[in-house]
T-cell receptor, first 114, second 115 residues
Framework: EDKVVQSPLSLVVHEGDTVTLNCSYEVTNFRSLLWYKQEKKAPTFLFMLTSSGIEKKSGRLSSILDKKELFSILNITATQTGDSAIYLC??????????????FGTGTRLTIIP | NAGVTQTPKFQVLKTGQSMTLQCAQDMNHEYMSWYRQDPGMGLRLIHYSVGAGITDQGEVPNGYNVSRSTTEDFPLRLLSAAPSQTSVYFCASNPWAQGLGETQYFGPGTRLLVL
């Protein structure tokens, strides 16, 4: 069974700090790892990672994947109160045509104190 | 495009009642799925469909039925609601051209309370 574990479960930091969120996984036939940000409603897409060692960046957010050690990190630098959210990690497993699924972790709840 | 729509936004049910959560998309996506999200947990896959007439079970299918008679609609039926089904339900669709990847579109969610 596919499994995604995120840590920490919860994190409280001050505005301006840098945070690192972790995601480890076990999946049959890995295809991609995805990061989402969830505020009060549906998750919104941040990054998709498929290759080891290639950093993806978007403003103050960046992410990297290690397919040998089966984990990914999401970094947020110079945090702002608008970064407060639940960050979800998901992996896509591929078991054949018509048998592709996303498995989500429990998420990390990030709170930024002004 | 309206994207992925879900109705109702919020529903209260009594134990044993049945109801259908509606999900529709106007993007001609083949892949549609239902997730539930409970406090402190990520999204868990209930059922999914890769096209009209084709459905399959996800991680937590018990107590739920689905059907896919058209590409646009993917309703989720609760046959006999239980308090354990209190949750937020998200429907998602995906063009599924080359994997699920970054093209997953989520609906706004339905908050369900079963008393």
């Amino acid at each position: 069974e596919d499994k995604v574990v995120q840590s920490p479960l919860s994190l409280v930091v001050h505005e301006g700090d840098t945070v690192t969120l972790n995601c480890s996984y076990e999946v049959t036939n890995f295809r991609s790892l995805l990061w989402y940000k969830q505020e009060k409603k549906a998750p919104t897409f941040l990054f998709m990672l498929t290759s080891s060692g290639i950093e993806k960046k978007s403003g103050r957010l960046s992410s990297i994947l290690d397919k040998k050690e089966l984990f990914s990190i999401l970094n947020i630098t110079a945090t702002q109160t608008g970064d407060s959210a639940i960050y979800l990690c998901a992996v896509e497993g591929f078991l054949g045509f018509g048998n592709e699924k996303l498995t989500f972790g429990t998420g990390t709840r990030l709170t930024i104190i002004p | 495009n309206a994207g992925v729509t879900q109705t109702p936004k919020f529903q209260v049910l009594k134990t044993g009642q049945s109801m259908t959560l509606q999900c529709a998309q106007d993007m001609n996506h083949e892949y549609m799925s239902w997730y539930r999200q409970d406090p402190g947990m990520g999204l868990r896959l209930i059922h999914y469909s890769v096209g009209a007439g084709i459905t399959d079970q996800g991680e937590v299918p018990n107590g739920y039925n689905v059907s896919r008679s058209t590409t646009e609609d993917f309703p989720l039926r609760l046959l006999s609601a239980a308090p354990s089904q209190t949750s937020v339900y998200f429907c998602a669709s995906n063009p599924w051209a080359q994997g699920l990847g970054e093209t997953q579109y989520f609906g706004p969610g339905t908050r369900l309370l079963v008393l």
